[in-house]
DNA sequence: CCAGTCACG
DNA sequence: ACGTACGTGACTGGA
């Protein structure tokens, strides 16, 4: 079989790439996204094609021969994107590690390269294959030379392929002929001037009745329509002309040194290194296989399925460190993975014939024991899973997923395989890549031994080897503290708190739920009176088209699928039609339903009457937590009617009662301190009414003047400033001018100038360290803070003024919570603390212990943090968390 | 699986 | 001139 040669177009794959493939930073916050998409476009070929030869051709930024010819080609274009120019050295960093030649050449463009390369090639007896995303180059499609256009769509690659044929076929002319016919029809993405009135059509049909433009314009008498056939004869040099800049070369001087173009060594070590430092995981397989890649787990890991051989295990460990790593199944614990270096990695694998109950007796000792220092990950989940079978008080050292965290918040995961991928440089496959996914999902017990003991063992040797890598990293950042003292203290104190859960007076549930299905008929046959029919009021499209349309109401497009209908628009036609409010009432009783009356009852515990959260501490970008399954920390309180629904959630039993404790203005506070804003600072030492100090400082009022709505634009833009707001939606929230709102913004910047300073200092140390941090150190990454798209950067630089600020009093509460926590526990009492709420916390308190408590609460939590501000925090008592808010 | 919507701090 | 507030999670409809 003839060999053959892949000939790629450099620039328009990678711009495809770029905009098929939306925008990726890795962790050192380089865009990656173009690259990523080449290489997933050039693998996926070679893989198809499997050619011998390779060569990808780029333009270079000089004048070509185009140019020179004709001042005004590609005139039109637009430059690159900085986000992509900025990649273009890496694609080429890339190319180079996998000894793939680059062509550039001054005065030709990259289609002439590969013009020039695939007939050389054809004239060797190689047969060539052209990669391009610019359907130009279909001119070069022949009996054997394949053309082929790859589009990246929603992460895959498809691809539209042309020979000679397939050109005819879909556009009625030949490969020769597409050329003469773009000279008739022009290009304004090349800026190819083409004969005026003739457009694709006219062009067709011209072309496939006379061939060529010299025999077109000999005939342009007889061509159809008029004005074509006079702008034709009048337009005859222009259409030479842009038949001469359509024209791929193909004999430009350029070697032909058929050695240098063999694929080689492609899948190198320097190229993975390459690879790795982008983040490509999924592209680490490709490497894999290769001799150069890095050796990974070809260590023996021991198998153990015994209380004999258990017990040998835990004899042969060492007081120190020890990673250790549970499998779940379904959070079923399916046995215990140890690593130490001496010992090597064991798999203990819980059976019918070695009970997993049996299994954690044997290791009690090393559960039991701090001198058995444990790396894990995700150490929550073992201490519910412990707790389960009856075993309190396990510790661990090291969460290596919070670690993982810390090190960088805006992580999509922190699976073994990534924390391997991270800080080892290694790469294992996932437990999706090892389970499947589906219905094709395996069971852990069908793999094979060999693999379920390298599974387990290997988590557990990932965990203790990263540590170390981790624990540099920490140091260089100065992120100890906030790792050992916060982050993993925390843990204990989440999974208290998810142990607990919360009570739910289920009768008064299910009374909400029928009262709100009982509202919900009702208001549903109103509406479709008043539409007139029948439809889905829960259907955004359908009820954009039965306001929009059916009723003519004004409110044109907002959305890529169709009419808005949020909340905020419909506000604004309250007035226009009598369904308008219907329809919000609607929503609200709908929300109320699905999500909290059904949602909370499909998770209340059947048994307990309780309900148990999940709160995950390595989800937010600023250093938050988050809760999940349900999510208790978005529960009703604006509008009365959801507010009800706190009635529900009640203490465990008539022993208990709530105590219920919030930070006041936590966040402007922490904004007074970072800020060191004399003023603001002032203010709160005098603990007056913030918002009306502020209206009186902004609108130059006395403080006893100031009126309601003063107060109540001076509040909105005190929180405005928190997230970095800007003039036009402040005015669009206030209902004042842009004008008006830009004027109170830069009379509160005039009046807290320090705060100014701050802004502006973050976001300028944001771009150069590619970070912001909190006071304890907290880190965002913050690669937006270097991107020229102005939406991105302006987004990216509100988030880098909020970050500090929301980190910080999430940083506050976080030390708060800890020690209330310890201070529960060291007193011996019997109250607990059950949920946060980021600002908020909430006790199950012991009756008889409720004012002592209350005490301890407000004392630490107002003395979490040392601020040049006080903290304030309000603590409210009741029989329920609507009493106690 | 994504977009739209809406609940919270 | 750009488009327009930070951070979350759950539910619904519809490709």
């Known amino acids: 079989m003839a060999e053959k040669i892949m000939l790629i177009d450099g620039n328009s794959i990678v711009n495809r790439a770029f905009y098929g493939v939306p925008l990726l930073t890795n962790g050192e916050g380089r865009y990656t996204n173009g690259v990523y998409g080449f290489l997933n476009i050039l693998f996926k070929l070679l893989d198809e094609e499997q050619p011998d030869y390779l060569a990808v051709a780029f333009d270079l930024h000089a004048p070509t021969f185009r140019h020179r010819t004709f001042d005004g080609y590609k005139g039109t274009r637009k430059g690159m994107p900085e986000e992509l120019r900025e990649q273009m050295p890496l694609l080429k960093e890339v190319l180079q590690a996998m000894h793939i030649p680059i062509f550039e050449q001054e005065g030709f463009e990259a289609d002439d390269i590969l013009g020039t390369l695939s007939a050389l090639a054809?004239?060797?007896?190689?047969?060539?294959?052209?990669?391009?995303?610019?359907?130009d180059l279909l001119q070069l499609a022949g009996e054997t030379l394949k053309v082929r256009i790859p589009k990246t769509k929603g992460g895959r690659t498809e691809t539209e392929d042309y020979y000679a044929a397939d050109v005819q076929a879909k556009y009625g002319v030949t490969p020769a002929e597409f050329i003469d016919m773009k000279a008739l029809m022009g290009d304004t993405s090349d800026n190819i001037p083409g004969v005026p009135g003739i457009g694709e059509k006219t062009a067709a049909k011209i072309i496939t009745q006379y061939h060529d433009i010299e025999t077109a314009i000999a005939h342009a008498a007889e061509i159809k329509p008029k004005k074509a056939s006079e702008n034709l004869a009048a337009y005859q040099e222009q259409a030479r002309l842009s038949k001469f800049l359509a024209t791929i070369v193909r004999d430009m001087p350029l070697e032909w040194d058929k050695e240098s173009l063999k694929i080689g060594d492609m899948f190198n070590q320097t190229a993975y290194e390459l690879v790795k430092r982008l983040e490509f995981k999924s592209m680490f397989s490709h490497f894999e296989g290769s001799a150069s890649a890095p050796k990974q787990a070809e260590q023996t890991y021991r198998f153990v399925a015994d209380r004999e051989g258990a017990k040998e295990v835990l004899a042969a460990l060492k007081k120190g460190e020890v990673g250790y790593a549970f499998v779940y199944e379904n959070e079923e614990g399916q046995g215990l993975a140890l690593y130490q270096e001496q010992l090597g990695g064991v798999w203990i694998e819980a059976s019918m014939a070695?009970?997993?109950?049996?299994?954690?007796?044997?290791?009690?000792?090393?559960?039991?024991?701090?001198?058995?220092?444990?790396?894990?990950?995700?150490?929550?989940?073992?201490?519910?899973?412990?707790?389960?079978?009856?075993?309190?008080?396990?510790?661990?050292?090291?969460?290596?997923?919070?670690?993982?965290?810390?090190?960088n918040a805006t992580g999509s995961s922190y699976e073994y395989d990534d924390i391997a991928a991270t800080f080892l440089n290694e790469t294992y496959p996932s437990q999706e890549e090892v389970f499947g996914k589906g219905r094709t999902k395996k069971a852990f017990a069908a793999l094979p031994e060999a693999e379920r003991t390298a599974y387990g063992a290997r988590q557990a040797e990932i965990f203790f080897r990263a540590r170390k890598v981790m624990e540099e990293r920490l140091a260089e950042n100065e992120q100890k503290s906030l790792f050992y003292d916060m982050e993993m203290p925390l843990i204990y104190v989440l999974a208290d708190m998810e142990k607990y859960g919360i009570k739910v007076d289920k009768a008064a549930l299910l009374a909400y739920q029928k009262r709100l299905g009982e509202s919900l008929d009702g208001m549903e046959e109103e509406i479709y009176a008043l539409a007139g029919e029948k439809f889905n009021i829960n259907s955004p499209k359908q009820l954009g088209v039965i306001l929009f349309e059916r009723l003519g109401l004004k409110g044109g497009k907002k959305t890529k699928t169709g009419y808005s209908t949020a909340a905020d628009v419909l506000e604004k036609l309250r007035t226009a039609h009598p369904i308008v409010e219907r329809i919000l009432h609607y929503r609200q009783l709908a929300k109320l339903k699905s999500t909290y009356a059904d949602g909370l009852l499909a998770v209340m515990d059947a048994e307990t009457e309780k309900i148990y959260s999940t709160f995950n501490q390595t989800i937010t970008a600023t250093g938050r937590i988050s809760s999940t399954e349900p999510n208790l920390q978005n529960i009703p309180v604006r509008l009365e009617l959801g507010r009800e629904l706190r009635k529900i959630f009640i203490p465990e039993s008539a022993?208990?009662?709530?105590?219920?404790?919030?930070?006041?203005?936590?966040?402007?506070?922490?904004?007074?301190?970072i800020s060191g804003d004399e003023s603001l600072?002032?203010?709160?030492?005098?603990?007056?009414?913030?918002?009306?100090?502020?209206?009186?400082?902004?609108?130059?009022?006395p403080f006893d003047e100031v009126t309601p709505l003063q107060r109540s634009n001076a509040k909105a833009v005190n929180f405005g400033i928190i997230y970095g707001k800007g003039a036009f939606s402040l005015g669009q929230d206030l209902g004042i001018s842009r004008k008006e709102a830009e004027e109170y913004i830069?009379?509160?910047?005039?009046?807290?100038?320090?705060?100014?300073?701050?802004?502006?200092?973050?976001?300028?140390?944001?771009?150069?360290?590619?970070y912001v941090s909190t006071l304890w150190n907290r880190r965002r990454n913050m690669p937006e803070l270097q991107s020229s798209?102005?939406?991105?950067?302006?987004?990216?630089?509100?988030?880098?003024?909020?970050?500090?600020?929301?980190?910080t009093a999430a940083d506050i509460i976080k030390l708060a919570m800890i020690k209330v926590h310890r201070a529960l526990q060291e007193g011996g009492y019997r109250s607990r603390l059950i949920l946060q709420v980021h600002d908020e916390l909430l006790i199950e308190a012991y009756k008889e212990e409720k004012d002592a408590v209350a005490k301890i609460l407000k004392e630490n939590m107002e003395h979490a943090a040392d601020l040049l501000v006080p903290l304030d925090v309000d603590v409210h008592e009741g029989a329920s968390w609507f009493e106690a808010k």
């Not at 790396?375 to 090291?398: C, M, P, Q, W």
């Not at 930070?663 to 007074?672: D, G, K, N, P």
């Open 681 to 701: 600072i002032a203010a709160f030492k005098s603990n007056q009414d913030i918002h009306r100090m502020t209206a009186s400082q902004v609108f130059h009022v």
């Open 655 to 673: 022993e208990f009662c709530f105590l219920d404790a919030d930070y006041s203005q936590i966040e402007l506070r922490v904004l007074a301190h």
């Open 122 to 135: 054809e004239k060797n007896g190689i047969v060539p294959v052209v990669v391009s995303g610019d359907r």
């Open 746 to 770: 830069n009379a509160y910047f005039a009046r807290y100038p320090k705060i100014k300073t701050f802004m502006e200092d973050t976001i300028k140390n944001g771009a150069k360290n590619g």
């Open 789 to 807: 798209n102005f939406m991105q950067r302006a987004a990216g630089e509100r988030a880098a003024m909020n970050m500090p600020i929301q980190g």
């Open 354 to 407: 070695f009970l997993m109950q049996e299994l954690l007796e044997i290791f009690q000792p090393f559960f039991a024991d701090s001198a058995y220092r444990k790396i894990g990950h995700d150490v929550k989940k073992d201490i519910r899973f412990l707790r389960s079978y009856g075993y309190n008080g396990f510790t661990a050292e090291f969460d290596t997923a919070i670690g993982a965290y810390i090190l």
